[in-house]
């Protein structure tokens, strides 16, 4: 082999090693897939949501109102401005924001800024007397589910 044959064999070993190299970034995000949505959440059991009750839902950013007259929404709880985590506003009976002050009403319409949109409601169902809320299904803030007699 001459020095000329192993400089050109070299140089193309190395032009393929480092076109696979670049190549293999390309191609798995060619392949690449959404994941699964995010999982629907088990908010808990109905019974633990009385009426007239607006609780939050154990690590998640989820809130399940039980208005008094037996409805129920699941609202999420991260502020519309930059998503901070909202926090019960027990005088207005609705949520505000620690990040910058915004205020949401009990149907988490934003009332004080500098958040100016509502707060979106989820997709809620019963199963065998458990809620579940998919907060990857919003549904029209006036969406309620209203439990068969003996729910909670
Ligand atoms: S993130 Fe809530 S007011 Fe800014």
Sequence with gaps: MTRRSFLGRAWRA?????????ALPLVRFASWQAGP?????????ASAFPPGSRLPVA?????????AGGDLA????RCTH???PLESDPSSGGWRCPCHG???DPSGAAVHGPATRPLPHA???????????????PVPAG???RLEEGGA
């Design 14 to 22: 190395g032009a393929a090693l480092g076109t696979s190299l670049l």
């Design 74 to 77: 699941a609202v999420l709880g």
């Design 37 to 45: 949505a995010q999982a629907a959440v088990r908010a808990g059991p």
């Design 123 to 137: 997709a809620l169902w019963e199963e065998d007397g458990v809620l579940w809320a998919d907060p990857a299904h």
């Design 82 to 84: 930059l998503g901070c």
């Design 102 to 104: 915004s205020r949401f």
């Design 143 to 145: 969406t309620r589910l």
């Design 59 to 67: 690590g998640q950013p989820l809130w399940i109102v039980h208005e």
